[in-house]
């Protein structure tokens, strides 16, 4: 149950820097698509906790993700503040 809840924050902060990372106005454009874990480090030193971790996004305001061990698929929305 405890890690259900951590990995769905785990997710959120993923998203929200992705989403840092674009300009409001081609935001949903830019994001779409496969993101693939390349690497990962945890306090300074590499880690293997998110080998073959991947974020998958789609147009329709839901993303897919393994980073947590388990697949998960959850919907999302964007909001400028």
């Known amino acids: 149950m405890v890690f259900k809840h ?8 993923t998203v929200t820097v992705m989403l840092a990372a674009c300009s ?3 935001l949903n454009s830019e994001i779409q698509g496969n993101w693939n874990i390349v690497n990962a480090s945890r306090n300074g030193r590499p880690t293997s906790t ?11 305001d839901s993303l ?8 998960i698929k959850t919907n999302f929305k964007l909001q400028k503040k």
């Open 24 to 26: 409001w106005s081609d």
């Open 6 to 13: 951590k990995s769905k924050i785990l997710v959120t902060i």
């Open 64 to 71: 897919e993700t393994n980073i947590t061990g388990d697949l």
């Open 50 to 60: 998110f080998e073959d971790g991947y974020i998958r996004i789609w147009n329709n």
